[in-house]
């Protein structure tokens, strides 16, 4: 584009040398095309970079979001992991609540407390070996490691509950007995709610600019 603009204004130039009536004239309007084909240039230049450094940041951005998108797909299938661990916790639980005292198997019930435990176990190893993106930028970078400590705090209350459940579960042990210890073990050791949305949200935010 530049080279067609200064070959444009190079035959201009000759056209008006011929045809200027005086050399003042001639340098008059020399001086008004290099000014104008300065300012075209400078403002073409302009043009480049900007484009060039809004494409680099676009890709910059989209590299972003396909790190935190793939780290966060292999997160959710953690968490789906303790969603199930915990539900089969409490379908054990309500399971104690419905079994009367003939039909209950106090070895069974602490077999499938400590089954579940070990998967408990192996969850827990799995949340902290998590790491955040590397290649995320710092800011985003301390919100995935945020999201990771609360999740580890999660796993830790929620693998504790487990354990202690089933080492309360060891037979014998009475239907009534066993009820009321998970209950209570329940009640001092059960996990609060894993709340993550915040810091989710807010990287999901500054991805999307």
């Known amino acids: 584009m530049i080279y067609i603009m200064l070959l444009t204004a190079g035959a201009a130039m000759a056209v008006l040398y011929k045809f200027s009536p005086t050399q003042k004239t001639f340098m008059i309007i020399c001086a008004l095309l290099i000014a104008v084909f300065g300012a075209s240039a400078f403002v073409r230049v302009q043009q480049i970079q900007r484009e060039q450094i809004t494409r680099a940041q676009l890709e910059d951005l989209q590299e972003r979001q396909k790190i935190f998108g793939e780290w966060y797909a292999a997160y959710q299938k953690d968490i789906d992991r303790l969603d199930r661990n915990w539900q089969s916790y409490h379908n054990i639980l309500d399971g104690l609540k419905a079994t009367d005292a003939q039909s209950f198997n106090a070895e069974a019930t602490y077999l499938r407390l400590r089954d579940l435990e ?92």
Do not use: W
Not at 120 to 149: C, F, G, H, W
Not at 181 to 200: C, K, V, Y
């Open 118 to 209: 070990q998967e408990s176990v192996d969850e827990q190893v799995k949340i902290y070996m998590l790491t955040a993106p590397p290649k995320l930028d710092a800011e985003n970078r301390a919100l995935v490691e945020a999201v990771i400590s609360k999740t580890q705090r999660y796993v830790d209350a929620q693998t504790q509950t487990i354990s202690k459940s089933a080492t309360a579960a060891y037979p014998p042990v009475e239907l009534d007995t066993l009820r009321l210890r998970l209950r209570d073990i329940m009640i001092r050791e059960s996990p609060e709610g894993l709340f993550t949305a915040q810091e989710i949200s807010a990287i999901r935010s500054a991805l999307a600019d």
